[in-house]
């Protein structure tokens, strides 16, 4: 059962569901690691042998079709993990629809690929965007985006961090304590992904190394997620020092090649 509210309904009923879903949303989620940013239960996905399953009957180890990052071709990638999958749950969703009829249902802090833009929050959809959807060589046009509560959520994330839901190119992340864009989100999870790959591939741990979530969060990930600022400093910090590292490197190594550039240089006299 849903809550619909289409975008040519009135603003006062608008702003009372709006309310409704802010006042909800304090009591129920203390912390940004308890806010479901998922998918809806109802969106389906497809396999890289072409079957289109649900999202609910997905699991880690599954190969997924996405997009490359230009929405031009098809790539496989392989389900790592589910960042939260709770059944039960309603959630407030925005159901986006094309104007070639794909729709796409996600919660308001989740990224989809946009043209010209890269990956923006569905919250900040208008229907001036055009989303990438699979079997068309071109972006396609928003024709109308809904607001309407759902039961049930699923956030899987694949090794491309990216995936088609319903046919429209979508990213695996959202906006939380990981602060960044969707690039750097998918760094930021790489540690993830790695120990999969090595738990699955070297350690025989199979597709299950990380236990499915149920009806919550994954443990891991929520912690992760709760000291994010403290991961992003790292991450940058660590970025920055590779950065002055690889410099410095070149300088080096540009010193030797062409000492003559350096001769007059009060870098060369240190």
Same mark, same amino acid.
């Given at each position: 059962?849903?809550?619909? *509210?289409?975008?040519?309904?009135?603003?006062?009923?608008?702003?009372?569901? +709006?309310?409704?879903? /802010?006042?909800?949303?304090?009591?129920? %989620?203390?912390?940004?690691?308890?806010?479901?940013?998922?998918?809806?239960?109802?969106?389906?996905?497809?396999?890289? %042998?072409?079957?289109?399953?649900?999202? =609910?009957?997905?699991?880690?180890?599954? &190969?997924?079709?996405?997009?490359?990052?230009?929405?031009?071709?098809?790539?496989?990638?392989?389900?790592?993990?589910?960042?939260?999958?709770?059944? %039960?749950?309603?959630?407030?969703?925005?159901?986006?629809?094309?104007?070639?009829? =794909?729709?796409?249902?996600?919660?308001?802090?989740?990224?989809?690929?946009? +043209?010209? !833009?890269?990956?923006?929050?569905?919250?900040?959809?208008?229907?001036?965007?055009? *989303?990438?959807?699979?079997? /068309?060589?071109?972006?396609?046009?928003?024709?109308?985006?809904?607001?309407?509560?759902?039961?049930? *959520?699923?956030?899987?994330?694949?090794?491309?961090?990216?995936? /088609?839901?319903?046919?429209?190119?979508?990213?695996?992340?959202?906006?939380?304590?990981?602060?960044?864009?969707?690039?750097? !989100?998918? =760094?930021?999870?790489?540690?993830?992904?790695?120990?999969?790959?090595?738990? !699955?591939?070297?350690?025989?741990?199979?597709? +299950?190394?990380?236990?499915?979530?149920?009806?919550?969060?994954?443990?891991?990930?929520?912690?992760?997620?709760?000291?994010?600022?403290?991961?992003?400093?790292?991450?940058?910090?660590?970025?920055?020092?590779?950065?002055?590292?690889?410099?410095?490197?070149?300088?080096?190594?540009? +010193?030797?090649? &062409?000492?003559?550039?350096?001769?007059?240089?009060?870098?060369?006299?240190?």
């Amino acid at each position: 059962m849903s809550l619909y *509210l289409g975008t040519s309904s009135a603003c006062c009923c608008q702003s009372s569901l +709006e309310a409704t879903v /802010l006042a909800t949303a304090e009591t129920t %989620n203390a912390t940004d690691t308890t806010t479901p940013i998922c998918f809806s239960a109802d969106q389906h996905v497809t396999l890289a %042998n072409g079957q289109v399953i649900s999202i =609910q009957n997905l699991t880690a180890g599954d &190969h997924v079709l996405t997009l490359s990052d230009d929405g031009k071709r098809f790539i496989a990638s392989e389900v790592a993990f589910f960042i939260h999958a709770e059944m %039960n749950r309603t959630s407030l969703f925005y159901t986006v629809t094309t104007e070639s009829g =794909q729709q796409i249902s996600v919660t308001p802090d989740h990224y989809i690929r946009v +043209e010209n !833009k890269g990956y923006i929050i569905a919250s900040q959809l208008t229907l001036n965007y055009s *989303l990438f959807v699979a079997h /068309l060589n071109r972006p396609v046009r928003i024709r109308s985006i809904e607001k309407e509560f759902k039961v049930g *959520l699923f956030s899987p994330v694949t090794f491309a961090g990216t995936i /088609l839901v319903n046919d429209v190119f979508a990213s695996c992340y959202c906006l939380n304590n990981l602060r960044g864009t969707h690039y750097e !989100k998918h =760094q930021l999870y790489a540690p993830f992904r790695l120990w999969y790959y090595v738990a !699955k591939y070297y350690l025989g741990f199979g597709s +299950e190394v990380y236990e499915m979530p149920r009806d919550n969060i994954h443990w891991a990930i929520g912690t992760y997620v709760h000291y994010g600022h403290y991961v992003v400093f790292i991450y940058r910090s660590l970025c920055a020092l590779f950065l002055v590292v690889l410099i410095e490197i070149f300088i080096r190594i540009s +010193e030797t090649i &062409h000492p003559i550039l350096f001769e007059h240089s009060s870098y060369y006299k240190r």
